[in-house]
């Protein structure tokens, strides 16, 4: 809300501070467009650590995931055009398609993107949300764990309320820095890794942050999420590094299958769905 803010903490030699008005937490730093290609890297969906061992391993759940909100959805509008932001390799929209909705994705990491039309044929072009432009308007705008990463949250959400019409609705999947997890682990919480991290929301401060966009919240509540053993033993692996649970961690995680589907708790995961005011 360009309020004065303060430092709170310092993690991975960058300052997290908080915006003495709306309680926004954020990085200081000063993110370029070369930020997104960074932390979306071919990398990201491949190498494990803070991103993903084999994002492709996962399309059966990243696809039910996408059914999942479609589901919901229908509690509010009926399905018609969508644009899913941070599409990857078209999982997520191709879980919205089996519910009802067309439309396309956008995905920085262009070999995700080139996937996502070559092997799952849909409509995800390569690019970022803060330099999106269309004439189409659409129904929905979906975000799923992508509002956290924009070098530019401004310049991306003003993007997303052009090209949403009127009475149009976003869906946004975000980590909540107030859930009794994020305060319980304080600044060792696992979303605190800047720089590739830039923002840290709870449901108030982002209802607050969309309302600029005219957009008022309708319903929220906490996804449904799964993993696969690959991607927990690395994550997990990851966080513990160097820390006395690495040793217990590894000899329980030996015991896992890379391809066991595993639910995740959910409980510093949440969903807003908000709605475009005429």
């Known amino acids: 809300c ?3 803010s303060h430092r709170l903490f310092e993690k991975h030699g960058h300052w997290i501070r908080v915006c003495g008005i709306c309680r ?22 491949k190498d494990g650590g803070a991103g993903y061992p084999d ?10 995931h996408g ?9 509010y509008m009926q ?3 969508v644009l899913d932001v941070g599409a990857a390799a078209g999982f997520i929209l191709k879980g919205l398609q089996t519910a009802g909705w067309t439309g396309m994705g956008l ?7 080139a996937y996502a039309r070559d092997q799952m044929d849909m409509n995800v072009q390569a690019g970022a949300l803060e330099d999106f432009e269309s004439q189409q308007q659409f129904t929905l705008v979906s975000m799923i764990q992508v509002i956290a990463h924009f070098f530019d949250v401004h310049k991306a959400l003003a993007h997303a309320a052009r090209v949403t019409r009127p009475g149009g609705y976003w869906l946004i999947e975000s980590w909540n820095k107030d859930s009794w997890m994020a305060r319980m682990f304080g600044v060792n919480w696992h979303e605190y890794s800047p720089p590739s991290v830039l923002r840290w929301f709870a449901p108030a401060d982002l209802t607050h942050l969309v309302s600029r966009y005219g957009f008022k919240p309708v319903a929220q509540g906490r996804p449904g999420k799964w993993l696969n053993g690959a991607h927990v033993k690395s994550l997990v692996g990851y966080k513990l590094s160097g820390t006395w649970m690495q040793n217990p961690a590894d000899v329980m995680f030996r015991l896992m299958p890379d391809n ?15 709605q475009k005011q005429p």
């Open 55 to 64: 994002y492709l391993g996962e399309s059966d759940l990243l696809i039910a």
């Open 24 to 45: 926004h937490r954020f990085c200081e730093v000063t993110p370029q467009p070369e930020h997104v290609a960074q932390v979306y890297a071919d990398s990201y969906f």
């Open 67 to 75: 059914a999942r909100y479609g589901r919901l959805l229908r509690r």
């Open 260 to 274: 066991l589907p595993i639910p995740y708790p959910a409980f510093d995961l949440f969903w807003g769905l908000y």
């Open 2 to 4: 360009s309020s004065p």
């Open 79 to 81: 399905p018609e055009t």
């Open 107 to 113: 995905e920085p990491n262009a070999a995700m993107a």
